[in-house]
Nanobody
């Protein structure tokens, strides 16, 4: 079964940057579209950005850039110009390439445990 592990979260000041990583095991990364999702305190999980198996991307915010390295079984989320409202737990998730890449968390099948991002001065 596919397993996902996120890393790279932390505390950053407003205007700063972070790069999150999602390492996949138990399957071949090129069989899955991968998405990043934010869950802010007290709010529902929402899609941030997703990348298809062919490298096409869907994003809800141009400050965030998603990329994938299939050779390393890793997907990255570069987060720039961070704001306090970006605070939350960030999850990566996978959906079969047989389905469409999208930002709806309900459509994703495999999830990591999340990494905390806190934007504060």
């Amino acid at each position: 079964q596919l397993q996902l592990v996120e890393s790279g979260g932390g505390l950053v000041q407003p205007g700063g940057s972070l790069r999150l990583s999602c390492i996949c095991s138990g399957g071949t990364l090129d069989s899955y579209h991968i998405g990043w999702f934010q869950q802010a305190p007290g709010e529902e999980r929402k899609g941030v950005s997703a990348v298809s198996t062919s490298g096409g991307t869907v994003t809800a915010d141009d400050r965030f850039i998603i990329s994938r390295d299939n050779a390393k079984n890793t997907v990255y989320l570069q987060m720039n110009d961070l704001k306090p409202e970006d605070t939350g737990v960030y999850y990566c998730a996978a959906i079969s390439r047989a389905r469409s890449v999208n930002l709806d968390p309900r459509r994703y099948d495999y999830w990591g445990q999340g990494t905390q991002v806190t934007v504060s001065s």
